[in-house]
């Protein structure tokens, strides 16, 4: 314990050093609050400026203009099929890696994540030259009259490829971390293995499933370098919203792109709530 007299002299020395310490947190928040305004709130309050620039009828008119609304659609119809996959996918993949111990487990881990590390027109390339109609397996199937390339299903197909990831990367630490103890003990209660995913498993993991589906979902609607590639940027017909947008940038008609880049906004913006919202509800996730 230190004497009333010792405590008298080193108070002002305490003040002072909470003061420097309050101004180093005032410069870093300003800093933070700066680079955040300049890198991401000015440019987004940009788009929405220029997107109903000239009033709310020229918005809407190149919002429902028949290419716009079939790029939409799209790319919707896109994140309605690659979604679910995703979802079985990352659950089977976190399921096999963190239950089973098997030659080749790390090398597996690699491969999920693989797609962080490869550029997605590197991958889209890939694709291409695999199922492409002069690819290994694309000219087999053109022999068929079967194309996988520039339409839905190469866009699906290189979706799945940029998004996998997602959900197995949230759902593995997780399932690393809780261990498997619960799960034993329902089997040896006699219930099946449908009965103990449903009602332990899941329940679980459920919020880092909901999250990876989130952020899977925000990547598929955005993806733009894999989906240039093998698409063929076919107007009205292979452009997907990203596409469109540059298209449109490219066809002179900024209006109409900034109009159709704040659908993509406004995906984003919905996206970094959910976000935020199961981080603060479940801050220890991981």
Not at 142 to 158: A, C, E, H, R
Request: proline share 5%; net charge neutral; glycine share 6%.
């Amino acid at each position: 314990m230190l004497s009333p007299s010792t405590r008298s002299k080193l108070h002002p020395q305490i003040q002072a050093f909470h003061r420097k310490q309050s101004l180093k947190h005032a410069i870093l928040i300003a800093i933070a609050i700066t680079f955040a305004s300049l890198v991401m709130g000015l440019p987004l309050l940009a788009i929405f400026f220029r997107a109903f620039e000239e009033g709310i009828a020229i918005y809407w008119q190149n919002i429902v203009e028949p290419d716009t609304i079939h790029a939409i659609m799209l790319t919707v119809i896109t994140a309605i099929i690659v979604l679910p996959v995703n979802i079985v996918f990352g659950v089977c993949a976190a399921w096999a890696v963190t239950r089973f111990k098997f030659p080749g487990r790390r090398a597996l881990i690699t491969i999920i994540e693989l797609p962080f590390s490869i550029s997605p027109i590197v991958a889209g390339l890939c694709y291409l030259l695999v199922y492409g109609a002069t690819g290994l397996v694309g000219s087999y199937l053109d022999s068929w009259d079967i194309q996988l390339m520039f339409n839905l299903t190469g866009i699906v197909l290189v979706s799945l490829f940029v998004t996998c990831p997602f959900v197995a990367r949230e759902l593995i630490p997780l399932m690393e971390m809780s261990g498997q103890e619960q799960e034993e003990a329902a089997l040896t209660l006699g219930a099946n293995g449908w009965q103990t995913f449903w009602y332990v498993t899941l329940p679980n993991i459920k919020w880092a499933l909901l999250y990876g589906a989130i952020l899977a979902n925000a990547r598929v609607i955005g993806e733009f370098g894999a989906v240039s590639v093998v698409s063929g940027n076919i107007r009205g017909e292979t452009m997907t919203l990203p596409l469109q947008v540059q298209l449109l940038y490219d066809d002179y008609n900024p209006t109409g792109a900034f109009a159709a880049a704040t659908a993509l906004t406004v995906i984003a913006i919905i996206t970094l709530f959910l976000r935020s919202a199961i981080e603060a509800r479940h801050p220890h996730r991981h």
